[in-house]
């Protein structure tokens, strides 16, 4: 089975030529499409209607999750909703599998890297921050216990590692993912890892147990592979 993944579609309404064109390479390229995350640029159920109506014509089979752009209109649900009706399956509380791959996934939060991660220390605040990111991790844990599969990927929106959104301003990587996110990856076999919002980080990392990360932001993937901007894996 080949898995195509990208983030970061940001769809408004003025893109609905450009991401059929898209759309329909993918569906000419794999048999399974993940997306990453920031589905819609301002979560708007307009913006939603475009992709679902793309999502019906391209006619494979597609699993998601949100990113923190699809929150921005407190619209987050009825975008679920419609995408749902469409056809995609949305990760978040429970694992989906397909043709014998476990497929997991939460939406992640930010929170930093290695020894630099913030710590739920001080404020009440700053602890409320940083169990959001517990919260997204533990998820992930409790999605990646129920896989009893050959194969597994994980889907997410914010980073895992640092590798992968290197090249970014060092003022913002801190809000681009958490290691926290890899924990429950290195404890588990995972096969692959994909994930969005990093825009000028780098396509390809590892977690600290070895299991392969993807930078899958659209942006990044346009400027890397214009003719194939979508990451593509066989599984």
Not at 131 to 155: I, W
Request: proline share 6%; glycine share 10%.
């Amino acid at each position: 089975m080949r898995v195509a993944a990208v983030g970061d579609l940001h769809v408004r309404e003025a893109h609905e030529r450009s991401l059929r064109e898209l759309l329909l390479v993918i569906a000419g390229s794999a048999d399974v499409l993940l997306l990453c995350g920031d589905l819609t640029d301002h979560g708007l159920e307009t913006e939603a209607e475009v992709l679902a109506e793309q999502i019906v014509g391209a006619r494979i089979p597609a699993f998601a999750v949100l990113g923190n752009h699809d929150y921005e209109a407190g619209q987050e649900e009825l975008v679920i909703r419609m995408l749902e009706e469409a056809g995609v399956c949305f990760l978040d509380t429970d694992s989906c599998h397909i043709d014998g791959v476990g497929i997991v996934g939460v939406k992640g939060f930010c929170g930093g890297f290695g020894q630099c991660m913030l710590q739920p220390w001080g404020e009440p605040a700053i602890k409320q921050f940083v169990y959001a990111a517990v919260e997204e991790s533990m998820k992930l844990e409790r999605q990646l216990a129920q896989v009893h599969a050959d194969r597994t990927l994980v889907l997410l929106h914010y980073s895992p590692i640092h590798e992968t959104v290197e090249g970014e301003p060092l003022e913002i990587i801190p809000y681009l993912g958490s290691s926290r996110l890899a924990e429950p990856i290195d404890r588990f076999p995972v096969d692959a890892v994909f994930h969005g919002h990093s825009h000028y980080g780098m396509p390809r990392g590892s977690t600290p147990g070895g299991r392969l990360v993807y930078n899958c932001a659209l942006p990044l993937m346009r400027r890397l592979s214009p003719e194939q901007p979508f990451v593509t894996i066989d599984v």
